[in-house]
């Protein structure tokens, strides 16, 4: 068997010469590279969503799943992908204006957490005159 050593810009070679013997060895690496596209563009969207939780977690005091959940919210409200919401809230905290939609979206979901906030103290404030 010869060994060939094939340069990145010439990945279809590699496609064309695995296929030519091999059928399924062609279709694997095809798999394996749609995979680790797939994995590339999660973990660049795994950054910014973490690096937009953790500006949430500074702007208003609360945890992890809660900064995401808020952020989750405000991806459901403007039918957006989290990754494009946190990466706007990034751009945001850089100068970049944040689009109006995800303003309204970040207010209202800033208002309901607070909201959600003070019912949790005073509950537990009226728990504890008791």
């Known amino acids: 068997m010869q060994r060939t050593t094939v340069l990145q810009e010439d990945w279809w070679k590699l496609r064309a010469e695995a296929t030519w013997g091999n059928a399924s060895a062609g279709q694997d690496l095809v798999a394996l590279r749609a995979e680790n596209d797939q994995l590339r563009r999660?973990?660049?969207?795994r950054?910014?969503?973490d690096q937009a939780r953790g500006m949430v977690m500074v702007l208003t005091p609360c945890g992890r799943g809660a900064a995401r959940n808020l952020l989750v919210d405000v991806?459901?409200?403007?039918?957006?992908?989290l990754p494009e919401v946190a990466a706007?809230?990034?751009a945001a905290?850089?100068?970049k204006p944040l689009p109006e939609r995800m303003q309204?979206?970040?207010?209202?979901?800033?208002r309901r957490f607070g909201a959600e906030d003070r019912g949790h103290d005073c509950s537990s404030a009226d728990e504890s005159s008791r």
Not at 42 to 45: E, I
Not at 75 to 81: A, E, F, L, V
Not at 104 to 110: E, H, S
Request: proline share 0%.
């Open 93 to 95: 905290w850089e100068g």
């Open 42 to 45: 999660a973990l660049a969207g």
């Open 88 to 90: 706007a809230v990034v």
């Open 104 to 110: 309204r979206a970040l207010r209202r979901a800033l």
């Open 47 to 49: 950054a910014v969503i």
């Open 75 to 81: 991806s459901r409200q403007c039918d957006t992908g």
